[in-house]
């Protein structure tokens, strides 16, 4: 299983541009990489997953280089109810015991500031 | 759509009780786990279902028993409560990577237990 190293915690303020990067030396060439959201006292939700490359949605941007030994979650213009700790997971969803071997490590505590 | 419910919402037990932490879900998900949440922690997997009647162990699996008779429901049991066991419990639910192209999996609410 590919271990994931995150910065345990991040400030930023309103407006400003947020990047969180996630480390994944080991991950293996079938494995996906999935960033989750939780609010305090709130179930984690989905925010992005992707391969390679770049993935963008309405919430985010996730940069994957072409090594795949790190990833990078972009929030843009975030604000203070972006406040939450982020997730970053590595697994290979296509199987199903892979799907289920996503481990969640202690996230990345981001404090947005007014 | 109510998503994913879990009752209790708040438990307290005595040390050596048992109960059921109930999940439900009505989006015809396949795939149903329970994860646990320890203060300041991640989340650690203690079963999963991938379907009815089928059932397996995650990370942390001791000390707990599930079933799944039906796709909506995935009951969680404490055997013999333990201060250890204090934490609050997530249940989840998705469909499979060849369903929707993602792994997405969609939370409840949490359910809080302290043992005593």
């Known amino acids: 299983l590919a271990k994931t190293t995150q910065p345990i915690s991040m400030d930023s303020y309103e407006g400003q541009e947020v990047n969180i990067t996630c480390s994944h030396n080991?991950?293996?060439?079938?494995?996906?990489i999935t960033w989750y959201q939780q609010f305090p006292s709130q179930g984690p939700r989905f925010i992005i997953q992707g391969y390679k490359t770049k993935v963008t949605n309405e919430v985010a941007s996730l940069f994957i280089p072409a090594d795949r030994k790190s990833s990078t979650l972009s929030l843009p213009r975030v604000s203070l109810s972006d406040t939450a700790v982020y997730y970053c997971l590595v697994g290979d969803m296509r199987s199903l015991s892979g799907t289920y071997k996503y481990i969640f490590g202690t996230g990345t505590r981001l404090k947005v500031l007014a | 759509n109510a998503g994913v419910t879990q009752t209790p919402k708040f438990q307290v037990l005595k040390t050596g009780q048992s109960m059921t932490l109930q999940c439900a879900q009505d989006m015809n998900h396949e795939y149903m786990s329970w994860y646990r949440q320890d203060p300041g922690m991640g989340l650690r997997l203690i079963h999963y279902s991938v379907g009815a009647g089928i059932t397996d162990q995650g990370e942390v699996p001791n000390g707990y028993n599930v079933s799944r008779s039906t796709t909506e429901d995935f009951p969680l049991r404490l055997l013999s409560a333990a201060p250890s066991q204090t934490s609050v419990y997530f249940c989840?639910?998705?469909?499979?990577?060849?369903?929707?192209?993602?792994?997405?999996?969609?939370f409840g609410p949490g359910t809080r237990l302290t043992v005593t």
């Open positions: 080991n991950i293996a060439t079938n494995d996906y």
């Open positions: 989840a639910s998705s469909l499979s990577y060849l369903q929707t192209g993602t792994n997405e999996q969609y």
